[in-house]
């Protein structure tokens, strides 16, 4: 295979020539802007669906291996761990070899991971290649931003990414659905299977489509110890997080990885101003919108992620909705997110990221708003409309966020920016679990043994109280075996409204979140290296 090179820079320093989105290259569909679109988002979606189908089937494997409570939440953490941890290295590994063969190589060994999660007789097992589904899946989905911002001339590239939002936005919330049907109507292998099918798609997709495009000066060499430290101070973080629930937030060990964290940040920061080829040139940084788009996507993630992991307790445990039925109730939020994705695409590339980031962020501001009205009886439709306002407040957030740290970082860094843009993401969905979490906690303990005491109930000590407040932060009445029913419509009564309570002030959390980011969004501007190298010449 012969090299080509990208001059960022042009001659005489202007943009090199590039054809038009959506005609073939010379060589027919290789290389052609929207079936490289295609293939890469069937490659994402496989990840992002992962992300949130297994929860379904977190139960039926719990059940069928025999495993602890502890365990099942490791096949989440390990898989979230492994993802966030490995997602800028996984991106400079593009950069130095090309994202067409990163892509490739991710696509494979997440599929055939979660073949090997389908075949697993021990929850060891599970656990094991849910990490290297975390790895893998941290190597394509880089990749994947390398390769549209390769390939796709500046004035298409917003509509190609708000494409691929679509994709990671519909597979997430889609995935709840999905999952259900498969656990329920074959068994808890099929969501992992899947991925194989899919994943094959993918590669052969990939291997007739794909071409392989890389800046004239890419990095030629590894800053090993800037990847671990960077991994380290990742890890430290991300398990903080994870654990901060359980442990607590005042807990010495959550302070203690926090730290760890904080030191080896600083320590990564002392390299890269040392080393000749760094990890992430901090330069990068210089550029306040790439740093206002990479904030932004944080406290997106943080108001997102955070949000919605209280909705599924409230429809399934308040509502008494089976899985299916709560996924389908959050299809305004997929919808919306499916219709205005490329819309915001669209109106990006027309007026500039600033105004549409900030108006999206103020919808979600108010759809967060609006749901911390819900009450124990608030209809569908009500509920609907807050769901819908939320999914049309992220569209152009997902999709002018990743353009504007996507479009200010240089060509040869297309793939470091596209694993901090994930990365921005998973920290910001942990962090938002994690933070509202503990609202959730700290208000449900508060209120539950008053709520408790005035529903004129027997007492309870304080190890029960303990017990009571667990079950009831995830919206379950802690009702015990033999109770009467007039006692158990009082329990139930309590939980639910203690639990709405909570709900509403992390929703309230939430909100204040959005409404910052919304502040945070005026600082973004359009990229403005966006149109360098894309879609020119191949390897």
């Known amino acids: 295979m012969t090299s080509q090179t990208i001059d960022t820079t042009g001659s005489g320093g202007k943009a090199p020539e590039t054809p038009s989105a959506g005609s073939p290259s010379s060589s027919g569909l290789r290389g052609h ?66 994202h067409r063969q990163t892509f490739l190589i991710g696509v494979t060994g997440f599929a055939a991971a979660s073949g090997a999660i389908g075949l697993s007789n ?12 975390g790895l893998f899946g941290a190597l394509l989905m880089p990749a994947a931003l390398g390769l549209l911002r390769a390939t796709f001339p500046a004035e298409k590239l917003n509509m190609a990414i708000g494409i691929w939002g679509m994709v990671i936005g519909a597979s997430t919330a889609g995935g709840p659905i999905l999952g259900g049907v498969l656990v329920e109507h074959v068994n808890w292998q099929s969501v992992f299977f899947i991925n194989v099918p899919v994943g094959a798609t993918a590669l052969l997709l990939g ?46 060990k959550t302070w203690t990885f926090i730290a760890a964290s904080v030191v080896g940040f600083a320590l990564f920061s002392f390299w890269e101003t040392k080393v000749k080829e760094p990890l992430i040139p901090l330069g990068l940084f210089r550029s306040v919108p790439l740093s206002a ?33 709560a996924g389908l109730h959050l299809l305004p939020l997929t919808g919306m997110m499916i219709v205005g ?21 103020a919808a979600t501001a108010i759809a967060m708003y609006g749901m911390s009205t819900l009450k124990v009886d608030t209809s569908s439709a009500v509920m609907s409309l807050w769901f819908a306002l939320l999914g049309l ?30 990365a ?27 709520n408790w005491k005035d529903a004129g109930l027997p007492p309870l000590t304080p190890a029960q109280l303990h017990q009571a407040s667990e079950a009831v932060q995830v919206g379950v009445a802690p009702v015990a075996k033999g109770t009467p029913e007039a006692v158990v419509a009082k329990i139930t009564s309590v939980a639910h409204d203690t639990f709405i309570s909570g709900m509403s002030l992390a929703s309230l959390v939430a909100c204040g979140v959005a409404v910052v980011a919304v502040f945070v969004a005026l600082f973004t501007k359009r990229g403005a290296n966006a149109e360098a190298g894309a879609g020119v010449g191949h390897i």
Not at 304 to 310: E, R
Not at 405 to 417: D, H, K, T, Y
Not at 431 to 443: D, F
């Open 33 to 98: 802007p929207w079936f490289t679109l295609i293939t890469v988002a069937v490659g994402v979606m496989m990840v992002a669906l992962d992300g949130t189908i297994v929860a379904i089937a977190n139960p039926a494997i719990q059940k069928d291996l025999g495993a602890s409570f502890a365990d099942v939440q490791w096949i989440t953490n390990g898989y979230f761990l492994a993802l966030a941890v490995s997602l800028i290295t996984a991106g400079k590994l593009g950069d130095r070899f090309g």
């Open 122 to 133: 021990s929850i060891a097992a599970v656990v094991t290649f849910r990490v290297l589904q």
């Open 207 to 252: 291997l007739l489509i794909l071409l392989d495009h890389r800046a004239e000066n890419a990095p030629r060499s590894f800053d090993i110890l800037g990847i671990v430290l960077l991994s380290g101070a990742m890890f430290c973080l991300v398990w903080a997080l994870i654990k901060a629930p359980a442990w607590g937030w005042g807990d010495t």
């Open 293 to 325: 788009g990479v904030v932004l996507m944080v406290l997106m993630a943080i108001a997102f992620m955070g949000g919605l992991f209280f909705v599924t307790f409230y429809l399934q445990n308040v509502h008494g909705m089976k899985p299916i039925d």
């Open 341 to 361: 994705s490329p819309l915001a695409g669209a109106m990006i590339t027309k007026l500039g990221p600033r105004v549409p980031l900030a108006g999206g962020m």
């Open 393 to 422: 407040g992220l569209a152009p957030v997902m999709v002018g966020a990743t353009e504007v740290i996507v479009g200010n970082a240089p060509m040869e860094l297309s793939g470091v920016a596209g694993g901090l843009q994930q």
């Open 424 to 450: 921005a993401m998973q920290i910001g969905g942990s962090l938002g679990t994690a933070v509202l979490g503990a609202v959730m906690a700290s208000k449900v303990d508060g209120d539950l043994a008053g």
